[in-house]
């Protein structure tokens, strides 16, 4: 048995030079093209499989579950930084199911969160209305004050939220430390007992800072909960689970995090791409304007029983995760027991990578010219969802909030078209002036900061606009 192909790795660093650190799916892309649908690194001694192909993906992520649902050991991201509370980072076992279903539990509990989506989308467009030129800050607030409300049933403040600045910067940090391999600490676990003060231990004092916020994040809102005693939707769901162990508590305040962490960025992130596409490709826009007006008749905002009715505008959003998956390569997975594929030895503890951005542009399940934003090639023959092939992640770790997440995305995405053009921002002499974009590289990867013209697409869209203060 040989091992699945790669680069010549050299001694002692292995690939350690072959990983790129910049615009990666590029460079995973060469080597889908030199080496196969299945890929091996080897960076200081850790095994690094790379799936290239849906075929592949299927095979191991799905009906080879059992094996491939694990998750590489972090020391930086768990021990130093504190992640340990984040179910979507924990080994796969007991602990791990605990947490999933709770976060079950609380998907499933009911239309309230329906509601709650409406409302926020509505003042989102009221925040966009007010000042435009802000809107990456409104969809933060926007975002950050859904999943404040369906975690711990707090309201947060309408302006500069410390809960959401908190939640921001502790996610930023985690994915920027997730990478494998990124600190020597991961590679050499006994560098954790290394004292702050020692030469070339610079990597020891900056957890130490971020582990506050990462700590705060999980901790502060769950105690100001149980200091007012409150009923909120989720603690009260998930205390609903009749849970009597000890670690209970533990549990429902790790759930309520993670919904927290992961809910913020991806969700998002994803707006932000929706909104660049809307730019630079203004005939999607049109179109799904005109879709929206044939049903909504320019006189309301929309539903969530008005999305049958809105195929385009429900595949404008599908296009917006299909067209730069915000994590490239998803979560990494790791194997519980060593196992052989098409005739290559994949090692027990070998961190495996569904290379979702690759899958995303197959031209046999998502048409040709990938790099185009075009929501009409999911009503060709043949076509795939991209919620079904990597942009929720893979088999037993796909992520557990997609259902909310895809109902955000829609009812934002149709509400923005409903009342306002989005076109390009404008120089001095009133000049068009495209986004000159790029995806930010790394384990995340939304679009770079960019400016762009929001307006009220008529007289009637902002008197719909004004009026929607109304909760539903």
Same mark, same amino acid.
């Given at each position: 048995?040989?091992?699945?192909?790669?680069?010549?790795?050299?001694?002692?660093?292995?690939?350690?030079?072959?990983?790129?650190?910049?615009?990666?799916? /590029?460079?995973?892309?060469?080597?889908?093209?030199?080496?196969?649908?299945?890929?091996?690194?080897?960076?200081?001694?850790?095994?690094?499989?790379?799936?290239?192909?849906?075929? *592949?993906?299927?095979?191991?992520?799905?009906?080879?579950?059992?094996?491939?649902?694990?998750?590489?050991?972090?020391?930086?991201?768990?021990?130093?930084?504190?992640?340990?509370?984040?179910? #979507?980072?924990? =080994?796969?076992?007991?602990?791990?199911?605990?947490?999933?279903?709770?976060?079950?539990?609380?998907?499933?509990?009911?239309?309230?969160?329906?509601?709650?989506?409406?409302?926020?989308?509505? %003042?989102?467009?009221?925040?966009?209305?007010?000042?435009?030129?802000?809107?990456?800050?409104?969809?933060?607030?926007?975002?950050?004050?859904?999943? *404040?409300?369906?975690?711990?049933?707090? !309201?947060?403040?309408?302006?500069?939220?410390?809960?959401?600045?908190?939640?921001?910067?502790?996610?930023?940090?985690?994915?920027?430390?997730?990478?494998?391999?990124?600190?020597? &600490? %991961?590679?050499?676990?006994?560098?954790?007992?290394?004292?702050?003060?020692?030469?070339?231990?610079?990597?020891?004092?900056?957890?130490?800072?971020? =582990?506050?916020?990462?700590? %705060?994040?999980?901790?502060?809102?769950?105690?100001?909960?149980?200091?007012?005693?409150?009923?909120?939707?989720?603690?009260?769901?998930?205390?609903?689970?009749?849970?009597?162990?000890?670690?209970?508590?533990?549990?429902?305040?790790?759930?309520?995090?993670?919904?927290?962490?992961?809910?913020?960025?991806? !969700?998002?992130?994803?707006?932000? !791409?929706?909104?660049?596409?809307?730019?630079?490709?203004?005939?999607?826009?049109?179109?799904?304007?005109?879709?929206?007006?044939? &049903?909504?008749?320019?006189?309301?905002?929309?539903?969530?029983?008005?999305?049958?009715?809105?195929?385009?505008?429900?595949? &404008?959003?599908?296009?917006?995760?299909?067209?730069?998956?915000?994590?490239?390569?998803?979560?990494?997975?790791? !194997?519980?027991?060593?196992? &052989?594929?098409?005739?290559?030895?994949?090692?027990?503890?070998?961190?495996?990578?569904?290379?979702?951005?690759?899958?995303?542009? /197959?031209?046999?399940?998502?048409?040709?010219?990938?790099?185009?934003?075009?929501?009409? =090639?999911?009503?060709?023959?043949?076509?795939?969802?991209?919620?079904?092939?990597?942009?929720?992640?893979?088999?037993?770790?796909?992520?557990?909030?997609?259902? *909310?997440?895809?109902?955000?995305?829609?009812?934002?995405?149709?509400?923005?078209?409903?009342?306002?053009?989005?076109?390009?921002?404008?120089?001095?002499?009133?000049? %068009?002036?495209?986004?000159?974009?790029?995806?930010? #590289?790394?384990?995340?990867?939304?679009?770079?900061?960019?400016?762009?013209?929001?307006?009220?697409?008529?007289?009637?869209?902002?008197?719909?606009?004004?009026?929607?203060?109304?909760?539903?």
């Amino acid at each position: 048995l040989r091992l699945p192909p790669g680069p010549p790795p050299k001694p002692i660093i292995g690939n350690a030079l072959d990983m790129p650190k910049y615009i990666e799916w /590029e460079t995973y892309e060469k080597y889908t093209k030199q080496y196969g649908e299945i890929l091996y690194l080897n960076v200081f001694g850790i095994h690094m499989i790379f799936l290239n192909s849906r075929r *592949m993906v299927y095979e191991l992520f799905e009906r080879r579950s059992s094996i491939y649902s694990d998750r590489p050991t972090s020391i930086m991201v768990g021990d130093l930084m504190g992640f340990g509370w984040a179910m #979507s980072l924990q =080994r796969y076992g007991e602990w791990w199911r605990r947490h999933r279903r709770a976060m079950h539990n609380k998907f499933h509990s009911g239309c309230g969160i329906l509601i709650l989506l409406i409302n926020k989308s509505r %003042d989102l467009l009221r925040r966009l209305h007010k000042t435009p030129e802000e809107f990456m800050k409104h969809i933060r607030h926007t975002v950050g004050a859904i999943i *404040m409300e369906i975690a711990y049933g707090i !309201t947060v403040k309408p302006e500069d939220d410390p809960y959401i600045h908190t939640a921001e910067v502790a996610v930023k940090v985690g994915v920027e430390a997730a990478v494998p391999g990124r600190f020597m &600490v %991961d590679i050499i676990p006994l560098l954790k007992y290394i004292p702050e003060w020692f030469p070339g231990a610079s990597f020891r004092k900056q957890p130490r800072i971020w =582990r506050k916020y990462i700590l %705060d994040m999980a901790d502060v809102p769950f105690q100001k909960v149980q200091e007012e005693m409150a009923s909120t939707h989720h603690l009260e769901s998930l205390a609903a689970n009749k849970d009597a162990s000890a670690d209970a508590e533990e549990v429902i305040k790790n759930t309520a995090a993670v919904i927290f962490a992961a809910g913020t960025d991806t !969700t998002v992130d994803t707006l932000k !791409t929706f909104l660049l596409a809307m730019v630079l490709f203004p005939e999607v826009q049109k179109k799904a304007q005109e879709e929206l007006d044939s &049903v909504l008749g320019g006189v309301r905002l929309p539903e969530f029983e008005d999305m049958k009715a809105l195929p385009y505008t429900e595949a &404008v959003y599908k296009e917006a995760m299909r067209w730069h998956p915000l994590l490239p390569l998803g979560l990494a997975h790791a !194997t519980s027991q060593n196992d &052989v594929v098409d005739g290559y030895f994949i090692p027990k503890g070998a961190i495996v990578f569904g290379n979702s951005w690759m899958l995303l542009r /197959e031209e046999a399940d998502f048409g040709a010219n990938p790099d185009s934003f075009d929501p009409a =090639r999911f009503f060709e023959k043949g076509r795939r969802d991209p919620r079904q092939t990597g942009a929720f992640g893979y088999g037993r770790r796909i992520c557990p909030g997609r259902y *909310m997440a895809e109902n955000s995305l829609f009812i934002a995405v149709a509400s923005i078209l409903q009342v306002f053009n989005i076109s390009p921002a404008k120089d001095s002499l009133g000049n %068009d002036v495209l986004p000159d974009y790029e995806w930010i #590289s790394g384990y995340l990867s939304p679009p770079a900061d960019y400016e762009c013209t929001i307006k009220p697409r008529s007289k009637a869209a902002e008197e719909l606009i004004l009026s929607s203060h109304t909760e539903v």
